[in-house]
T-cell receptor, first 113, second 112 residues
Framework: DVKVTQSSRYLVKRTGEKVFLECVQD?????MFWYRQDPGLGLRLIYF???????EKGDIPEGYSVSREKKERFSLILESASTNQTSMYLC????????????FGDGTRLSIL | GESVGLHLPTLSVQEGDNSIINCAYSNSASDYFIWYKQESGKGPQFIIDIRSNMDKRQGQRVTVLLNKTVKHLSLQIAATQPGDSAVYFC???????????FGRGTSLIVHP
């Protein structure tokens, strides 16, 4: 089974802090993704990476950056956390190829005070 | 904490009934479709997928039906159990794209 592990289930940070969310997958997947999930808004794509050291903006990249130095690890960085970044953050990975599903981690519920 | 199930369409069924969850997709270029289950406090879990060259695919207690003419996808769950209570999302993806488009989801509530 595919295992996507997010380093924290719950995280509380303060406004202005730099926040790191880590994600590791164990299936040698090329593609990795960061989403945020908010009630009534569904899943919104922040950034994705189709291979090591590659990154592409998603629909809502403002206020975020990412790092993919190793194939198995994809980090999401909140440069200066703000209260409107309080959300559930979900990491996903998928194998390359057209007909491959994304596999998700269990999420990090981040609260910015 | 807040539930992802807020503000979503809800389907309530009795334990043992069959459930049908529907999804309309928008992109006629989509050729790959996926169903996910998300339980409270967890990430979406892959259930089943279907390619556009098929109109039906069966898994364990689940069946996905695809009607490309009307751009409609459904997930049928046989003999629904309380453990099936969750939010169910469909996703569509066009060939050559890395990114699926997710539906908003349907909350399934199974009453014992």
């Amino acid at each position: 089974d595919v295992k996507v592990t997010q380093s924290s289930r719950y995280l509380v940070k303060r406004t202005g802090e730099k926040v790191f969310l880590e994600c590791v997958q164990d299936m040698d997947h090329e593609n990795m993704f960061w989403y945020r999930q908010d009630p009534g808004l569904g899943l919104r794509l922040i950034y994705f990476s189709y291979d090591v050291k590659m990154k592409e903006k998603g629909d809502i990249p403002e206020g975020y950056s990412v790092s993919r130095e190793k194939k198995e690890r994809f980090s999401l960085i909140l440069e200066s956390a703000s209260t409107n970044q309080t959300s559930m953050y979900l990491c996903a990975s998928r194998n390359r190829g057209d007909n491959q599903p994304q596999h998700f981690g269990d999420g990090t519920r981040l609260s910015i005070l | 904490g807040e539930s992802v199930g807020l503000h979503l369409p809800t389907l309530s069924v009795q334990e043992g009934d069959n459930s049908i969850i529907n999804c309309a997709y928008s992109n006629s270029a989509s050729d790959y479709f996926i169903w996910y289950k998300q339980e409270s406090g967890k990430g979406p879990q892959f259930i089943i997928d279907i390619r556009s060259n098929m109109d039906k695919r069966q898994g364990q207690r689940v069946t996905v039906l695809l009607n490309k003419t009307v751009k409609h996808l459904s997930l049928q769950i046989a003999a629904t159990q309380p453990g099936d209570s969750a939010v169910y999302f469909c996703a569509e993806k066009a060939g050559g794209s890395y990114i699926p488009t997710f539906g908003r989801g349907t909350s399934l509530i199974v009453h014992p």
